[in-house]
C-alpha cells in the first residue's frame, strides 16, 4: 500500500488505533537509530515495560536482533537490551 497524503496516513493511524489494521510500524524495516516502541515483554530486559519508547544503538543478526536503549529525560539511561524484531515497533519521531 502507499500512503500518498498526510490525511491518508492520518485516516490509516486512526484505524490502526481502533484495531481494524494491522500496526504500520509493525513491517518497517528497522536500522540504527530509529525510534521503536517494546510491544511485548522480554525477559533479558526486564526492567523495560510495554509501550516504553527506545532508540536502536545496534542492529546484529542481519537485522534480527537489535540494542535498544532507552533514555530518561535527564539523559541517563534507564535501559539497555537486545530485542528480537517481534518484539520491537518503529515509530516516527517527531523530526520526520
Known amino acids: 500500500m502507499r500512503i500518498t497524503s498526510s490525511e491518508a496516513l492520518g485516516e490509516l493511524r486512526k484505524k490502526e488505533a481502533a484495531e481494524e489494521v494491522l500496526c504500520l510500524g509493525c513491517f518497517k524495516s528497522l536500522k540504527e537509530y530509529d525510534v ?3 510491544i511485548s ?3 533479558n ?8 519508547l527506545g532508540t536502536i544503538v545496534l542492529a ?3 537485522g534480527r536482533d537489535f540494542e ?3 533514555v530518561l529525560d535527564n539523559g541517563e539511561t534507564k535501559w539497555l537490551g ?5 518484539q520491537l515497533k518503529w ?3 517527531p523530526a520526520e
Open 36 to 38: 521503536v516502541k517494546a
Open 41 to 43: 515483554k522480554n525477559t
Open 45 to 52: 530486559v526486564p526492567e523495560a515495560q510495554v509501550g516504553e
Open 60 to 62: 546484529h543478526d542481519d
Open 68 to 70: 535498544v536503549e532507552c
Open 82 to 86: 537486545t530485542f528480537s524484531r517481534e
Open 91 to 93: 515509530v516516527q519521531s
